[in-house]
């Protein structure tokens, strides 16, 4: 797997992408933010910080399907 060949960037994205709750819809906002970044617009960079602080909040909403069980608890109270 090469680093700077598309299939290593294809790999990459993909497993980014497993870990999320929407892949799909972080694709997508990762998509229009590249195509508005390369468009010229009145307003420059209003848009493009919008779509970016989303499409990092979709990055960050990873998927919660680990079988649902509670955090574990340390009791680090001392004894005496």
């Known amino acids: ?3 700077g060949g598309k299939t290593g ?9 497993a870990g999320l709750r929407y892949p799909q819809l972080f694709l997508l906002f990762a998509t229009l933010f590249a195509v508005d970044f390369a ?3 009145i307003l420059p960079f209003a ?9 990092l909040l979709l ?3 990873k998927d919660r399907r680990d079988g649902g069980e509670p955090p574990v608890v340390k ?5 005496g």
């Open 1 to 3: 797997m090469s680093l």
């Open 59 to 61: 990055a960050r909403l």
């Open 39 to 41: 468009v010229p617009d």
């Open 9 to 17: 960037v294809l790999a990459l994205l993909r497993r980014f992408t």
């Open 47 to 55: 848009d493009e910080l919008l779509l970016g602080m989303l499409t």
């Open 75 to 79: 009791d680090v109270t001392p004894r």
